[in-house]
């Protein structure tokens, strides 16, 4: 069970907008950081958000973060099928002394 | 450019204790924390702990306590994850990752390519 809780699947067409939550605590999203990563099949994981918000150099402008709350959401526009990929939020966790992964995202473009 | 070379993989006995190293280029070592995450097969990633390349000093999570050491080695640029007491649950693709901001957040700009860790009989 992880701490961050994501669907464990989504789904889009090519060129559909979609979105991942990622829902948090008090104690981890609420006041802290949200990063998000996408996971390639048989690769390394790569960040495409860091501060909630903001996107590494060379990241598509297509992913965007947001943060509301104790919940945050990662939206892909203009759904590609190289998005075909498996998404993770993480936060660092003040009660655990620990950054937390959610389950992950499974996208599959249609 | 930035990167993270991992060692190779490893079949390991139950109980028995694996190092994998992680050695770094392309930028100045101490300046960024690095973090160590595992990934079992089919399943997410799991953070195991951080250390400063700087100063030496180790955050572990709770899980890994007691079970698991940290290590880096300036003059060569290396890092290295020790976990003692290996079981099959140990058994993941074991990852280090960079940190590019200096609160050592959990933000990887960069990551090893990854080490298979099999726990077997």
């Known amino acids: 069970q992880s701490v961050l809780t994501q669907p464990p699947s989504a789904s889009g067409t090519p060129g559909q907008r979609v979105t991942i939550s990622c829902s948090g605590s008090?104690?981890?999203?609420?006041?802290?950081?949200v990063k998000w990563y996408q996971q390639l099949p048989g690769t390394a994981p790569k960040l495409l958000i860091y501060?909630?918000?903001q996107r590494p150099s060379g990241v598509p402008d297509r992913f965007s973060g947001s943060k509301s709350g104790t919940s945050a959401s990662l939206a892909i526009s203009g759904l590609q099928s190289e998005d075909e990929a498996d998404y993770y939020c993480a936060a660092w966790d003040d009660s655990l002394n620990a950054l937390v992964f959610g389950g992950g995202t499974k996208m599959t473009v249609l | 450019q930035v990167q993270l070379v991992q060692s190779g993989a490893e079949v390991m006995q139950p109980g028995a204790s694996v190092k994998v190293s992680c050695k770094a280029s392309g930028y100045i070592f101490t300046r960024f924390y690095m973090h160590w995450v595992r990934q079992a097969p089919g399943q997410g990633l799991e953070w195991m702990g951080a250390i400063n390349p700087s100063g030496g000093s180790t955050n572990y999570a709770q899980k890994f306590q007691g079970r698991v050491a940290m290590a880096r080695d300036t003059s060569t640029s290396t890092l290295y994850l020790e976990v003692s007491g290996l079981r099959s649950g140990d058994t993941a693709v074991y990852y280090c990752?960079?940190?590019?901001?200096?609160?050592?957040?959990?933000?990887?700009?960069?990551w090893g390519q990854g080490t298979l860790v099999t726990v077997s009989s």
């Open positions: 008090s104690s981890n999203i609420a006041y802290n950081t």
């Open positions: 990752a960079r940190d590019r901001e200096t609160d050592a957040s959990g933000s990887f700009d960069y």
């Open positions: 501060r909630n918000d």
